[in-house]
């Protein structure tokens, strides 16, 4: 009997590795951190855990993985909305970003965005926002995997007032956490058209120095190609690859305005995208070609962007969305398998992130990372085919029990490692100040 | 001191009236099947209710109108995804249909589908499919609002074998069921692909002999435009305008592939149109010009069209997508605000049902077909507008207590008129026998 800390048994699996493998009745074996054994019901009899989940009626899938968000944005949740693009960013989001945002805000705010995203089934995500060590310290206790990358602009951020103070903020953001089992530093500046050439090669060299990822924002809108072309004389793809900035530590977000030419760069730099459905259509900036991507080998995997911009954190429903938009933008029903949309987002956001070797998949040598939905619910049967159900007609309340790094962090629905009622009623009172 | 059957109090209502009158804090009072009250909060006092239903943290809405579905359907929910139209329909879906449809299927199929809808806020659905006087004692007996339709075609269909038959049970359903409170019976011939002139004219006749409402499939796929264009040199709306068909107890689902001539039919004879996005775009089938449909004054609802194009039933899905797919597709984030799609999916299904005295909004007379969402939830703190949230952020999950007809049939997420173990347990069934 080899003795390990977690036993899921008489579970169905969706393993989400390189074979696809699934099984209708099987069990996962974790001790300490990590997977020790995968399998069909029976063998898991050399086991003796100190924790046992009965799984019958459940189904176990890798933990989702949100690859692009400005998760403390929640606060913002819904403060703006319907609006044109401009006026939704100069005269809402930009004045209560200078306005509230400060390392108190983002450790209250990060809360509530931890405890949305795990209780919907996303165990790791990769933000893009401001005072990052402080929602660091909060994302470990609360044990949500997290990617972050301190923003990096031309102009004063909240938290930094020159791009020199914020690259400095980054690299100790990753001399301070690389090497964390939950906490993973990335360098993260905001775009080609908010930072200059010399910013974004600084942030690239911060990359290849801690070997961390490199996350941005590219090809949103389209005037923002506009502007890059007639500035640099090339498109924004173009003008990265040429800062040498692309590269399989990169991945950047959105990707909505790009030419054949600049898919091609994209995929020979092995450059990642993370498509953002919801967050595209809602502020109508454009398409992400998710199919032409992956047909020319380019990396994708999937974002709920910020919750100004969504306005939820919900993996599901992006999963929901990108399965069928690219459907009907290609008229062709065939498009984007529900299987394939599933991997988009579970090991696609692994791979941009460089972490495939760790997450994304449920197999030995992995993190726990795992999920379990409830099956037993009227819009979830009858059951024919998993990974359909899952992408077309499971929502994100029927993820009951969410395990991060071996640790149970939701049980049976309930978050277990923060106060959901003290963080609720914090951000409803955050809500009467903004509103006074 | 005025006698009460159910009051609601210290609760957020959005009422959806002309007005779009909005309470912070308000209560609601219930007479027998009516509404015999809204105010704010302390008025209730004159009122002395046998049922309580403390509203603090919730929000009242109308009752959610599913104006399109073939809500049997459920029981083939996911046996075919991701396929070739074609294959997809012959294949599949119409073998199914021939082996498995009888009137037993049906009486266990649609207590599945009452209870998904019941449970995520859908209080009225426009069904179209066969053996619906079956389906009528069962759903009368769950309590959901039931709008009806024997599917008429004109080859045999699983309980119909020929349309004579069809429109012999179609005038019985109308006999059996006109004038009861919670059954409305309809005629509903399949498409003008389907259905020939006469059978087209035969089920207009019906529907005025009883004035009842006409619900057709119109325009869903650009081959059907192309043919009925070939066979009657005019356009799908053309030809149903020639036949008499249309007006305002007509209403047509999808309604993808229309011409601004075809527009303007669909306004002058007040039709009204049933936009499905979930479904549109998961079939590729086409997208329903919403925005130039109300800029034309069109009447417009949603729909979730039957689980095996969707494949749930689920409304707040439809409005997240309608709100933002139009905003996408028009390049313009104004599109369709919040308030207008949640008005789509109240009062616009309610007046193409031509029962917008009835139901649609919460105001005084109307029949109390009632919804309270549970608001504090991590997705939904904070909270700036009610509207943006319910469209944006809400979850069909949230929905806690569901009132029919002045009858609470769901009460803290939990149905109380069926035995939803028993039905999950049939269904379950009915899937290995699929299979096997």
């Known amino acids: 009997m080899e003795k390990i800390d977690l036993l899921i048994k008489n579970v169905a699996i969706l393993t989400l590795d390189s074979k696809n ?18 399998g069909v019901s029976g063998d898991e009899k050399n086991y003796s855990a100190k924790k046992l989940i009965e799984g019958r009626e459940m189904l176990a899938l890798p933990g989702l993985i949100n690859a692009h968000t400005h998760a403390a944005m929640v606060y913002f949740r819904g403060i703006a909305d319907d609006l044109p693009l401009k006026e939704w960013l100069e005269k809402h989001i930009w004045p209560a970003e200078a306005k509230y945002v400060n390392p108190h805000f983002i450790r209250e705010a990060i809360k509530l965005a931890a405890i949305e995203m795990l209780k919907s089934g996303t165990t790791s995500f990769c933000d893009m926002y401001f005072a990052e060590d402080e929602a660091a310290e909060v994302l470990e206790q609360i044990g949500i995997r997290s990617f972050l990358g301190e923003g990096l602009l031309d102009f004063p951020t909240p938290i930094s007032s020159t791009p020199e103070e914020g690259l400095r903020r980054a690299e100790e953001l990753i001399k301070k956490w690389q090497g964390s089992s939950l906490i993973h530093p990335i360098v993260a500046p905001h775009a080609p058209y908010t930072c200059s050439a010399d910013l974004l090669k600084s942030a690239k060299e911060l990359s290849d120095k801690y070997n961390v990822p490199l996350h941005i924002h590219l090809a949103e809108e389209k005037w923002e190609v506009e502007k890059i072309e007639e500035e640099k004389g090339m498109s924004p793809v ?26 091609k760069i994209l995929a020979q730099t092995k450059t990642g995208v993370v498509h953002n459905p919801e967050s595209n259509l809602k502020l109508a900036t454009g398409f992400c070609p998710v199919p032409d991507l992956l047909s020319a080998g380019v990396k994708v995997a999937l974002g709920t962007d910020g919750a100004t911009s969504n306005n939820n954190l919900d993996m599901f429903e992006e999963m929901s969305l990108c399965a069928r938009l690219h459907k009907g933008l290609k008229k062709d029903p065939t498009t984007l398998k529900a299987k394939e949309v599933l991997r988009l987002a579970t090991m696609g956001g692994a791979e941009i992130l460089n972490a495939q070797d760790e997450i994304g998949s449920i197999e030995v040598g992995k993190k726990a990372d795992i999920i379990l939905l409830d099956l037993k619910q009227p819009h979830l049967v009858p059951l024919y085919d998993l990974a359909s159900q899952v992408v077309y007609a499971a929502k994100s309340s029927d993820v009951k029990t969410v395990i991060v790094n071996g640790k149970i962090i939701v049980e049976n629905g309930r978050i277990l490692t923060v106060d959901e009622d003290e963080v609720i009623a914090k951000a409803q009172a955050f809500a009467q100040k903004f509103k006074s």
Chains 1, 2 share one sequence.
Do not use: C, M, P
């Not at 493998?21 to 995968?38: D, H, P």
């Open 21 to 38: 493998t699934s099984l209708k009745n099987g069990f996962i074996a974790v001790k300490k951190e990590k997977i020790i054994a995968v």
């Open 238 to 263: 173009a003008y990265l690859q040429d800062l040498d900035f692309l590269g399989k530590r990169t991945s950047a977000a959105h990707v909505n305005w790009v030419s054949e030419d600049d898919v």
